[in-house]
Protein backbone atom coordinates (compact mmCIF):
# COMPACT_ATOMS: atom_id res chain seq x y z
CA UNK A 1 0.00 0.00 0.00
CA UNK A 2 1.76 3.13 -1.38
CA UNK A 3 0.51 5.40 1.89
CA UNK A 4 1.59 3.33 3.86
CA UNK A 5 4.94 3.27 3.04
CA UNK A 6 4.35 7.39 2.89
CA UNK A 7 3.13 6.92 6.17
CA UNK A 8 5.55 5.17 8.52
CA UNK A 9 8.48 7.36 7.52
CA UNK A 10 6.57 10.76 7.54
CA UNK A 11 5.42 10.34 11.36
CA UNK A 12 8.45 8.83 12.21
CA UNK A 13 10.09 12.02 11.47
CA UNK A 14 7.39 14.03 13.17
CA UNK A 15 7.80 11.94 16.42
CA UNK A 16 11.57 12.52 16.28
CA UNK A 17 10.79 16.00 15.57
CA UNK A 18 8.87 16.40 18.83
CA UNK A 19 10.21 14.06 21.27
CA UNK A 20 12.81 11.36 22.43
CA UNK A 21 11.68 8.25 21.23
CA UNK A 22 12.90 5.12 22.95
CA UNK A 23 11.89 1.29 21.99
CA UNK A 24 12.85 -1.40 23.96
CA UNK A 25 12.29 -5.21 22.94
CA UNK A 26 12.21 -4.92 19.35
CA UNK A 27 14.34 -8.24 19.25
CA UNK A 28 10.57 -9.89 20.89
CA UNK A 29 9.01 -9.22 17.42
CA UNK A 30 8.47 -11.93 15.68
CA UNK A 31 10.15 -12.03 12.22
CA UNK A 32 7.22 -13.66 10.25
CA UNK A 33 3.87 -15.18 10.75
CA UNK A 34 0.40 -13.44 12.32
CA UNK A 35 -0.02 -12.07 15.77
CA UNK A 36 -2.07 -9.75 17.94
CA UNK A 37 -0.30 -6.41 18.80
CA UNK A 38 -1.93 -5.27 22.64
CA UNK A 39 -1.48 -1.79 23.87
CA UNK A 40 -2.81 0.60 26.43
CA UNK A 41 -4.56 3.26 25.10
CA UNK A 42 -4.50 6.62 26.73
CA UNK A 43 -4.67 9.01 24.06
CA UNK A 44 -5.09 9.97 19.81
CA UNK A 45 -1.17 9.16 19.82
CA UNK A 46 -0.52 5.63 20.76
CA UNK A 47 -1.44 3.78 17.66
CA UNK A 48 0.28 6.64 15.14
CA UNK A 49 2.95 5.89 16.94
CA UNK A 50 2.92 1.97 17.17
CA UNK A 51 2.16 1.90 13.22
CA UNK A 52 5.61 4.25 12.59
CA UNK A 53 7.98 2.81 14.33
CA UNK A 54 6.58 -1.45 13.85
CA UNK A 55 9.20 -3.27 12.10
CA UNK A 56 6.10 -4.03 9.66
CA UNK A 57 3.08 -1.93 8.91
CA UNK A 58 0.13 -3.69 10.83
CA UNK A 59 -3.29 -3.61 10.14
CA UNK A 60 -5.13 -1.55 12.80
CA UNK A 61 -8.31 -1.39 14.76
CA UNK A 62 -9.45 1.85 15.34
CA UNK A 63 -13.64 2.68 17.34
CA UNK A 64 -15.45 3.64 14.22
CA UNK A 65 -15.81 7.06 15.56
CA UNK A 66 -12.28 8.37 13.97
CA UNK A 67 -14.06 7.51 11.07
CA UNK A 68 -16.37 10.83 11.71
CA UNK A 69 -13.24 13.17 12.55
CA UNK A 70 -12.32 15.19 10.40
CA UNK A 71 -7.97 14.66 9.61
CA UNK A 72 -8.43 11.94 11.69
CA UNK A 73 -11.03 9.94 9.46
CA UNK A 74 -8.74 10.77 6.65
CA UNK A 75 -5.67 9.23 7.58
CA UNK A 76 -7.72 5.74 8.65
CA UNK A 77 -8.92 5.69 5.53
CA UNK A 78 -5.81 5.83 3.50
CA UNK A 79 -4.02 3.86 6.39
CA UNK A 80 -6.79 1.48 5.54
CA UNK A 81 -7.75 0.84 8.89
CA UNK A 82 -10.77 -1.59 10.20
CA UNK A 83 -13.84 0.32 12.28
CA UNK A 84 -15.21 -1.45 15.04
CA UNK A 85 -18.19 -0.13 17.53
CA UNK A 86 -17.12 -0.31 21.14
CA UNK A 87 -18.52 -2.81 22.92
CA UNK A 88 -20.77 -3.99 20.28
CA UNK A 89 -20.68 -7.92 19.01
CA UNK A 90 -20.40 -7.21 15.02
CA UNK A 91 -19.57 -11.11 13.31
CA UNK A 92 -18.86 -9.21 10.18
CA UNK A 93 -16.09 -6.82 11.82
CA UNK A 94 -14.64 -9.78 14.27
CA UNK A 95 -14.39 -11.94 10.69
CA UNK A 96 -12.55 -9.25 9.10
CA UNK A 97 -10.32 -9.50 12.10
CA UNK A 98 -9.75 -13.23 12.23
CA UNK A 99 -9.02 -13.15 8.56
CA UNK A 100 -6.72 -10.86 8.65
CA UNK A 101 -4.62 -13.00 11.27
CA UNK A 102 -5.17 -16.33 9.37
CA UNK A 103 -3.55 -14.37 5.95
CA UNK A 104 -0.34 -13.88 7.76
CA UNK A 105 -0.96 -10.16 9.13
CA UNK A 106 -0.18 -8.61 12.66
CA UNK A 107 -2.76 -6.98 14.23
CA UNK A 108 -2.81 -4.14 16.08
CA UNK A 109 -5.64 -3.31 18.94
CA UNK A 110 -6.29 -1.45 21.81
CA UNK A 111 -8.43 -3.88 24.82
CA UNK A 112 -10.06 -1.23 26.65
CA UNK A 113 -11.54 -0.18 23.64
CA UNK A 114 -11.36 3.39 23.73
CA UNK A 115 -9.33 6.03 25.31
CA UNK A 116 -8.70 6.51 29.15
CA UNK A 117 -7.63 10.27 28.44
CA UNK A 118 -5.03 9.57 31.72
CA UNK A 119 -2.16 7.09 32.25
CA UNK A 120 -3.96 5.02 34.13
CA UNK A 121 -5.48 1.74 32.14
CA UNK A 122 -9.14 0.98 32.27
CA UNK A 123 -10.61 -2.57 32.62
CA UNK A 124 -10.93 -4.04 29.22
CA UNK A 125 -13.18 -6.08 27.11
CA UNK A 126 -13.23 -9.39 26.09
CA UNK A 127 -13.34 -9.18 22.33
CA UNK A 128 -9.77 -9.19 22.11
CA UNK A 129 -9.19 -13.20 23.65
CA UNK A 130 -12.21 -14.27 21.71
CA UNK A 131 -10.19 -12.77 18.21
CA UNK A 132 -7.10 -14.31 19.71
CA UNK A 133 -8.82 -17.84 20.29
CA UNK A 134 -10.63 -18.17 16.80
CA UNK A 135 -7.23 -17.16 15.11
CA UNK A 136 -5.18 -19.43 17.31
CA UNK A 137 -2.21 -17.11 17.46
CA UNK A 138 0.28 -15.64 20.29
CA UNK A 139 -0.35 -11.69 21.94
CA UNK A 140 2.40 -9.30 21.37
CA UNK A 141 2.19 -7.16 24.98
CA UNK A 142 2.99 -3.54 24.34
CA UNK A 143 3.10 -0.92 27.36
CA UNK A 144 3.26 2.93 25.65
CA UNK A 145 4.73 5.55 28.23
CA UNK A 146 4.81 9.54 27.40
CA UNK A 147 1.61 9.78 24.87
CA UNK A 148 -0.31 11.67 27.18
CA UNK A 149 -3.74 14.23 26.15
CA UNK A 150 -1.28 16.99 26.31
CA UNK A 151 1.53 15.26 24.31
CA UNK A 152 1.28 17.57 21.32
CA UNK A 153 0.74 20.73 22.99
CA UNK A 154 3.94 20.92 25.35
CA UNK A 155 5.48 19.64 22.15
CA UNK A 156 4.77 22.70 20.01
CA UNK A 157 5.75 24.79 23.40
CA UNK A 158 9.56 22.83 22.91
CA UNK A 159 8.98 20.42 25.28
CA UNK A 160 10.72 17.28 23.81
CA UNK A 161 9.56 14.46 26.26
CA UNK A 162 10.15 10.82 26.23
CA UNK A 163 7.74 8.46 24.29
CA UNK A 164 8.40 5.03 25.12
CA UNK A 165 7.79 1.27 23.47
CA UNK A 166 7.93 -1.89 25.37
CA UNK A 167 7.46 -4.70 23.67
CA UNK A 168 6.84 -8.10 25.74
CA UNK A 169 7.80 -11.35 23.75
CA UNK A 170 4.76 -13.33 22.30
CA UNK A 171 2.15 -15.02 24.71
CA UNK A 172 -0.17 -17.97 24.28
CA UNK A 173 -3.26 -17.59 26.56
CA UNK A 174 -4.88 -20.41 27.97
CA UNK A 175 -7.40 -22.61 26.12
CA UNK A 176 -11.16 -21.76 26.60
CA UNK A 177 -13.36 -24.30 27.94
CA UNK A 178 -16.61 -24.33 29.01
CA UNK A 179 -20.07 -22.77 27.70
CA UNK A 180 -22.26 -19.60 28.25
CA UNK A 181 -21.35 -17.65 31.41
CA UNK A 182 -18.40 -20.19 32.13
CA UNK A 183 -16.94 -19.83 28.40
CA UNK A 184 -17.60 -15.68 28.87
CA UNK A 185 -15.81 -15.53 32.19
CA UNK A 186 -12.43 -17.39 30.48
CA UNK A 187 -12.23 -14.66 27.93
CA UNK A 188 -12.52 -12.06 30.96
CA UNK A 189 -9.35 -13.64 32.04
CA UNK A 190 -7.52 -14.32 29.17
CA UNK A 191 -8.04 -10.91 28.45
CA UNK A 192 -7.15 -9.64 32.24
CA UNK A 193 -4.27 -12.01 31.82
CA UNK A 194 -3.02 -9.58 28.36
CA UNK A 195 -4.05 -6.36 30.54
CA UNK A 196 -1.62 -7.21 33.31
CA UNK A 197 1.17 -8.22 30.80
CA UNK A 198 0.99 -5.23 29.41
CA UNK A 199 0.91 -3.17 32.94
CA UNK A 200 4.07 -5.10 34.17
CA UNK A 201 5.78 -2.75 31.33
CA UNK A 202 4.28 0.31 32.88
CA UNK A 203 4.85 2.46 35.52
CA UNK A 204 2.75 2.28 38.33
CA UNK A 205 0.63 5.57 37.87
CA UNK A 206 0.09 3.81 34.45
CA UNK A 207 -1.79 0.64 35.69
CA UNK A 208 -4.84 1.92 36.66
CA UNK A 209 -7.07 -1.01 37.25
CA UNK A 210 -4.62 -3.59 36.65
CA UNK A 211 -1.99 -1.92 39.33
CA UNK A 212 -1.78 -5.21 41.72
CA UNK A 213 0.48 -5.87 43.92
CA UNK A 214 1.73 -9.15 42.47
CA UNK A 215 3.23 -7.48 39.16
CA UNK A 216 6.69 -7.02 39.60
CA UNK A 217 8.04 -3.54 39.62
CA UNK A 218 9.12 -1.91 36.28
CA UNK A 219 12.59 -3.29 34.69
CA UNK A 220 14.86 -0.36 33.03
CA UNK A 221 15.85 -2.72 30.07
CA UNK A 222 19.56 -2.94 28.96
CA UNK A 223 19.22 -1.30 25.52
CA UNK A 224 16.51 0.45 23.68
CA UNK A 225 16.70 1.02 19.90
CA UNK A 226 16.45 4.02 17.51
CA UNK A 227 14.34 3.44 14.21
Known amino acids: MIFRR ?26 RGPYLIAINHISIFEPPFILAFWPVAPEAVGAVEIWERRGQST ?23 VSVLNS ?11 RSHTPGMRAALPGV ?29 GERRTLEMR ?12 RGEERKSVFQRNTDLIMYHIASLLPPEYRGVYAVPNIDPIQTPERSYSI
Open 6 to 31: LFRPVFRGIFHLLSKVRIYGLENVPA
Open 75 to 97: LARLYGGIPIHRGEYDRRIIDTM
Open 104 to 114: GYPLLIAPEGG
Open 129 to 157: AYIIHRAKVPVIPVGIVGTTEDFLKRALR
Open 167 to 178: IEGPLWLPEVVG
